[in-house]
């Protein structure tokens, strides 16, 4: 009788990864779905975060019950003379801060995922010849990845116009990693608000532009008041004067400077007003949602608008650059996508294709296989 092959990673349940990065949702969030997916698979599993006491993880991961290491880090890129010195010599003390870390947590494999504590924490563990992998959110890879993919084992792209930065023998096309809230909520299709909605947000602090122009929209959604809402996460600087418009224009709106179930916002909302960051790019596509796209303008080599131009390309979003965005234009694009419910139903369906809800499996998948010594045929002829 033929022997069925056992799961290589029967014997090393109870093995420990290290996310190292964040300091903004695009890089934290998908570190999130890839420890959820390593501990949904073995609940006896450890995940350690290593990130900057300034970043967003020191908000969040706590309220998950994820725990957290921080690095006094900072970046280089965009800072002058004076800085760029300063954070340089920072960096000899949190390269050995990640050697304590990891002499302390002692993890089977290190996975960066983007901002300043991913260098020297992957760094560290590659000197110390512990497993080293890299996931790469944008369009246009950051630097602090551009040269760990030099020499980490695996590299994980969200995007196929990525994956030639990297070596194409370590590197695989999986799409960014989404929570498992949003997972869950996708195949949630309970009672919705029989009003059109709108869900707005510009990143975990705002976005002052997209705030304003919404605003100044309401003058032209007059005609709509009593068949629309408002889901609008609006930072905290802005809340008040934004829940003020809402409420002498008589629009229904949630108004809030920080949307905690962002999941379940997603799920109740018609149509997107945000950013095109990595992460909303595949919560976006993950959900399948209909989408206006304001890409930052100022995001490390324009990465946004990369982002943005993809899935306007394929009829899964409106663009607008920040420079053309006011009231107007901004209000008589959600008027034409509420009187088009087809548009909106076609956009859904392109945004759909581009998803992949399985990008935090096949990441753990490629770790696990790679914490074995192994290397799935994926890569062995390069990224897919």
């Known amino acids: 009788m033929k022997k069925k092959p056992s799961d290589p990673c029967a014997d090393r349940r109870g093995i420990r990864m290290m996310i190292a990065g964040g300091g903004t949702g695009g890089h934290l969030f998908p570190g999130i779905a890839i420890a959820e997916e390593f501990l949904r698979r073995y609940p006896e599993n450890r995940v350690l975060f290593v990130g900057t006491e300034r970043g967003l993880e020191k908000k969040i991961l706590s309220g998950l019950g994820f725990a957290l290491r921080t690095l006094n880090v900072e970046g280089l890129k965009g800072r002058g003379p004076v800085r760029i010195l300063a954070s340089l010599l920072k960096i ?11 002499r302390t947590f002692q993890p089977s494999i290190v996975v960066g995922v983007g901002g300043y504590a991913s260098g020297p924490a992957v760094l560290a563990a590659r000197l110390m010849g512990i497993p080293t992998a890299i996931a790469e959110q944008n369009a246009f890879p950051g630097l602090t990845n551009r040269i760990l993919g030099r020499f980490v084992g695996r590299i994980f792209v969200t995007f196929a116009a990525s994956a ?6 370590r590197t695989r096309v999986t799409g960014n990693p989404i929570r ?22 510009g990143g975990s602090q705002g976005a002052h532009a997209i705030n304003r122009a919404v605003m100044d929209a309401l003058n032209f959604l007059q005609p709509l ?3 629309i809402r408002f889901i609008h996460q609006t930072g905290e600087k802005d809340r008040e004067a934004v829940a003020r418009a809402y409420r002498e224009r008589e629009f229904t709106a949630e108004v809030c400077p920080f949307i905690t179930e962002m999941a379940a916002a997603y799920r109740a909302a018609d149509l997107l007003l945000c950013r095109a960051g990595a992460t909303s790019i595949a919560e976006i596509t993950g959900g399948g949602k209909a989408a206006i796209l304001i890409p930052f303008p100022f995001a490390v080599n324009d990465h946004q608008t990369k982002n943005a131009k993809l899935l306007e390309q394929a009829g899964a979003a409106e663009l607008i650059p920040e420079k053309e965005l006011d009231g107007s234009r901004l209000g008589a694009l959600i008027e034409k996508l509420y009187h088009q419910p087809e548009v909106i139903r076609k956009m859904e369906k392109a945004a759909a294709a581009l998803g992949n809800i399985r990008a935090a499996a096949a990441i753990v998948d490629a770790c696990l296989g790679l914490i074995e010594n ?11």
């Not at 000899?92 to 990891?102: C, K, N, Q, T, Y």
């Not at 192994?374 to 897919?384: S, V």
């Open 92 to 102: 000899p003390g949190s390269l050995f801060a990640s050697f304590r870390i990891l």
């Open 164 to 169: 030639s930065w990297f070596p194409a023998d």
């Open 180 to 201: 498992a809230a949003f997972l869950e909520d996708r195949q949630n299709n309970g009672e919705r608000d029989p009003r059109f909605t709108l869900l707005i947000f």
């Open 225 to 227: 008041k009593d068949r």
């Open 374 to 384: 192994r290397a799935p045929a994926e890569f062995r002829g390069g990224a897919k």
